[in-house]
């Protein structure tokens, strides 16, 4: 817990591979997208089979990796399952707008050189990249979303999937900086 703390706070995010956080998403290939804004970008279509498969990894999330940070953390609003991304991923930002200061996103496909995707994080003053990498099937990034990092995901190269679940927490700002 020690290494996700410490990266968090000073380099905007921690990635990990862990595919036991997957066991509810399991069917996500038989699941049926929406587009989302004519942007590229779809949305996972939601029934209670879904509601509940989000709500089951959100929790787990927060057992295994939330909890143990904070005791008193909150769960974010609203989490999401997207293919692609939209004109905003683009570009540099930071989710802090949306009122949570901790997302955690579960990649479900597999990314690198030849493909793109790759997300790049950096210092929001000095400009500073603090690291980046191209998401790997079963890859957890946990990313800072207080005032000091903003991140960026750079354009698909390729035509495939780039699946994502997003789950937003709120912990104590200390913890983030």
Same mark, same amino acid.
């Given at each position: 817990?020690?290494?996700?703390h410490d990266?968090?706070?000073?380099?905007g %995010?921690?990635?990990?591979?862990d595919?036991e956080?997957?066991k509810y998403?399991?069917?996500?290939?038989s699941?049926?997208?929406?587009?989302?804004?004519n !942007?590229?970008?779809?949305?996972?279509?939601?029934?209670s089979?879904?509601?509940?498969s989000?709500?089951?990894? !959100?929790?787990?999330?927060a057992?295994?990796? /939330?909890?143990p940070l904070?005791e008193s953390?909150r769960?974010?609003?609203?989490?999401e /399952?997207?293919?692609?991304?939209?004109?905003?991923?683009?570009s540099? +930002?930071n989710d802090n707008i949306?009122?949570?200061?901790?997302c955690?996103l579960?990649?479900?496909?597999?990314?690198?050189?030849?493909?793109?995707?790759?997300?790049r994080?950096?210092?929001? +003053?000095?400009?500073e990249i603090t690291g980046?990498f191209?998401? !790997?099937?079963?890859?957890?990034s946990?990313m800072n +979303?207080?005032?000091?990092f903003?991140?960026?995901?750079t354009?698909?190269?390729?035509?495939?999937d780039r699946?994502v679940?997003? %789950?937003?927490?709120?912990?104590?700002?200390v913890?983030?900086g």
């Amino acid at each position: 817990m020690q290494k996700l703390h410490d990266d968090l706070f000073n380099k905007g %995010f921690h990635k990990l591979n862990d595919p036991e956080l997957f066991k509810y998403l399991t069917e996500i290939d038989s699941w049926e997208w929406k587009n989302w804004k004519n !942007q590229g970008l779809q949305l996972i279509k939601r029934n209670s089979i879904i509601e509940e498969s989000i709500n089951e990894t !959100q929790k787990l999330i927060a057992d295994k990796y /939330i909890k143990p940070l904070d005791e008193s953390y909150r769960f974010g609003g609203e989490c999401e /399952i997207v293919n692609g991304m939209d004109d905003a991923t683009l570009s540099w +930002h930071n989710d802090n707008i949306e009122g949570y200061n901790l997302c955690v996103l579960l990649y479900m496909d597999s990314m690198d050189e030849d493909i793109g995707g790759m997300t790049r994080f950096r210092d929001i +003053h000095s400009k500073e990249i603090t690291g980046e990498f191209y998401p !790997q099937k079963y890859d957890v990034s946990f990313m800072n +979303h207080g005032v000091r990092f903003e991140h960026i995901v750079t354009p698909m190269k390729l035509p495939m999937d780039r699946r994502v679940a997003l %789950f937003n927490y709120n912990i104590n700002k200390v913890l983030i900086g």
